[in-house]
């Protein structure tokens, strides 16, 4: 704080600077979204495949991040060994490739508004799995909020006009192998003190992902698109939707990086608003009361979850300053008591 109270100067570069990379995150994730259902809905561009897509997307992305780390240095590469890639990045990467698939393939059959009601479940696939594979302990006010935002999009889907019962079930598989990749990457890397950023975790995931997504584009989508002969390379629309993508990956580098995960997070629900907002407004697409007020409950119960983290970070923090406090304390006494007996020593021998 300033003279009167006012705020210094570096301190409202900072606040200026932490909103901008929120607003960046935000505009990007908003564009990737309605972009990649431009693409695949077959009343707009009329591109159903979502595998060739997120393929580009994986090409478009490994080579930039191979250029930004190899060529032009950008960020340093982590040092891995084979058996490390094999048995942490390896399983990640087919995690990775499944959900990019299916929450692609939901955007042929469901409205964006919908896909982002049913993306509230994250917390909850997040927890469930962690509590599964012993990452997280059960905790019955946790579950019942768990419970709660289940309720709030459970009440959401029954109020959906265009209600598509293949089209819910890739965007729940997709919730689901996402959730379990994010549980994995914190037992497979961050437990063995490995972390990546977004632009080495494209770098070493990117081409995995790529090459598990080419097995069901062989049988799937292949086929398909070798007798679509009408079909030419839109180099304009594929071009830019890919980089929309990798940009999209710089920013939760930046957002991270210079605010926190959590911020993201509370981010993440602004963009969902604003995302059912235009999908019923620009779209067109059937947003009904009961809609929104099901989102409405699951927001709350993912705004509590939000709030429930932002605390128990805190007092971890608190506790470890604790820590640092009492072995400081500690070291100081030890310190004393050497010198005490020192001086004990010198007056024994005099």
């Not at 062989?218 to 002969?229: K, N, Q």
């Not at 911020?263 to 407004?281: P, Q």
Request: charged letters at 15%; one cysteine or more; proline letters at 3%.
């Amino acid at each position: 704080m300033g003279k009167g109270g006012t705020l210094s100067d570096s301190v409202i570069k900072k606040i200026v600077l932490s909103y901008s990379y929120v607003a960046i995150w935000i505009f990007l994730s908003f564009t990737v979204i309605v972009y990649n259902k431009y693409i695949l809905d077959k009343k707009m561009y009329n591109w159903p495949f979502p595998i060739s897509l997120t393929m580009i997307h994986m090409s478009f992305c490994s080579t930039l991040a191979v250029l930004l780390i190899k060529v032009f240095k950008f960020v340093e590469p982590v040092s891995m060994s084979r058996e490390t890639y094999l048995r942490s990045v390896v399983p990640i990467g087919a995690l990775y490739s499944l959900s990019l698939w299916l929450s692609n393939s939901a955007y042929i059959y469901l409205s964006v508004s919908f896909i982002q009601m049913l993306k509230a479940l994250m917390p909850v696939a997040v927890y469930s799995i962690g509590v599964l594979l012993k990452k997280e302990g059960f905790k019955s006010d946790t579950m019942t909020n768990m419970l709660s935002i289940s309720f709030g999009v459970a009440v959401a889907a029954y109020g959906e006009a265009r209600f598509d019962v293949f089209g819910v079930i890739l965007q729940l598989g997709a919730v689901a192998f996402e959730a379990t990749r994010l549980v994995l990457i914190q037992i497979l890397l961050t437990s063995k003190g490995i972390t990546l950023n977004p632009i080495t975790s494209l770098y070493y995931v990117a081409p995995c992902c790529l090459a598990f997504l080419f097995i069901p584009w062989i049988y799937v989508e292949f086929p398909v698109l070798r007798d679509t002969s009408s079909f030419h390379f839109d180099y304009a629309i594929f071009g830019t939707n890919s980089l929309c993508a990798f940009a999209l990956n710089l920013a939760v580098f930046l957002l991270v990086g210079k605010t926190s995960a959590l911020t993201m997070n509370v981010a993440g629900v602004v963009k969902d608003w604003l995302l059912i907002a235009f999908s019923w407004s620009v779209i067109k697409d059937t947003v009904t009361p009961i809609n929104l007020f099901g989102y409405g409950i699951a927001f709350l119960g993912v705004a509590y979850y939000n709030h429930a983290k932002l605390q128990a970070l805190k007092a971890n923090e608190a506790q470890k300053k604790v820590q640092q406090g009492d072995e400081e304390s500690g070291r100081l006494l030890e310190e004393k008591g050497g010198g005490d007996g020192e001086g004990k020593k010198i007056e024994s021998e005099d």
